[in-house]
Nanobody, 127 residues
Framework: QVQLQESGPGLVKPSQTLSLTCTVSGASITAEVYFWSWIRQAPGKGLEWIGRVGYLGGIYYNPALQSRTSISRDTSKNQFTLQLTSMTPEDAAVYYC???????????????????WGQGTQVTVSS
């Protein structure tokens, strides 16, 4: 069974960098043809795609967040990570990692576009 688990701090101060890790079990992040995405949902809003890493290691970002986003992966640990710099209260959201398969849905993101999701981690931005 494929499982994804987000980990990282639940509270970040304004201007700081958010760092989250998604640990995957039951599947390899290098397995064809899947891609692995970070998605967030702010209170009262829809899903927002942040970025993804493909099974070959290609990385793509939401243009609206690209200047502040960095995604990487550690294949030895079967993990991929998200860093989002210059956090503001507008970045407060539940952050999810998820697995998808082509065709790539992004920049759209809906629950049905991915077959496995992490449980999500609440991130608050406050001093």
């Amino acid at each position: 069974q494929v499982q994804l688990q987000e980990s990282g701090p639940g509270l970040v101060k304004p201007s700081q960098t958010l760092s989250l890790t998604c640990t995957v079990s039951g599947a390899s992040i290098t397995a064809e043809v899947y891609f692995w995405s970070w998605i967030r949902q702010a209170p009262g809003k829809g899903l927002e795609w942040i970025g993804r890493v493909g099974y070959l290691g290609g990385i793509y970002y939401n243009p609206a967040l690209q200047s502040r986003t960095s995604i990487s992966r550690d294949t030895s640990k079967n993990q991929f990570t998200l860093q989002l710099t210059s956090m503001t209260p507008e970045d407060a959201a539940v952050y999810y990692c998820a697995r998808g398969r082509p065709p790539v849905p992004e920049p759209r993101a809906t629950w049905d576009d991915y077959d496995y999701w992490g449980q999500g981690t609440q991130v608050t931005v406050s001093s």
